[in-house]
């Protein structure tokens, strides 16, 4: 997911991008990605809204498939949040019904967690506001130069 990937690239404040924004520095390719985060926080915000979860929150339905069981510290890994913040998602997450979490069959001390069928729902719902985001984008442009932007994006996230 990209926007997972790319989120430790981004631990910068409102002020940097504020100093690329005022200031007219000369972009390169950081830049261009300040400015970039802030269009997709954008987005995530408005989907975020219409659903009426946290980016996190978001994050972590995508992150599993329907019918996977996963212990809380792989899925707090999956969204790169320490084991205490990932619980406290999972756990506002298993209050609004879209997750669930049980004994593990394999070893009654473990606890796994999954999507509910709730979350299934959601997690669809999240997939097809995904998708409409991304037709937006490839509305502006064509074939060839959604080619060299995933290929770029692609190597952006293989040398972070």
Do not use: P
Not at 114 to 127: M, Y
């Amino acid at each position: 997911m990209l926007f997972v990937s790319i989120q430790h690239i981004f631990a910068v404040s409102n002020y940097c991008y504020w100093q690329i924004k005022t200031h007219n520095l000369e972009q390169n390719i950081i830049d261009y990605l300040f400015l970039l985060k802030q269009k997709c926080v954008k987005a995530e915000e408005e989907i975020g809204s219409e659903i009426g979860l946290s980016y996190r929150e978001i994050i972590g339905i995508g992150l599993l498939n329907k019918g996977e069981k996963i212990d809380s510290n792989t899925l707090s890994n999956r969204m790169g949040l320490s084991a205490s913040r990932g619980s406290r998602i999972i756990d506002k997450l298993i209050a609004k019904g879209f997750f669930s979490r049980r004994t593990a069959e394999y070893d009654r001390r473990a606890v796994e967690i999954s999507l509910t069928a709730k979350g299934n729902v959601l997690k669809k719902r999240i997939e097809t506001l995904k998708a409409n985001c991304e037709k937006k984008i490839e509305s502006g442009i064509n074939n060839k130069q959604k080619k060299i932007i995933k290929e770029g994006l692609k190597t952006l996230n293989e040398v972070f």
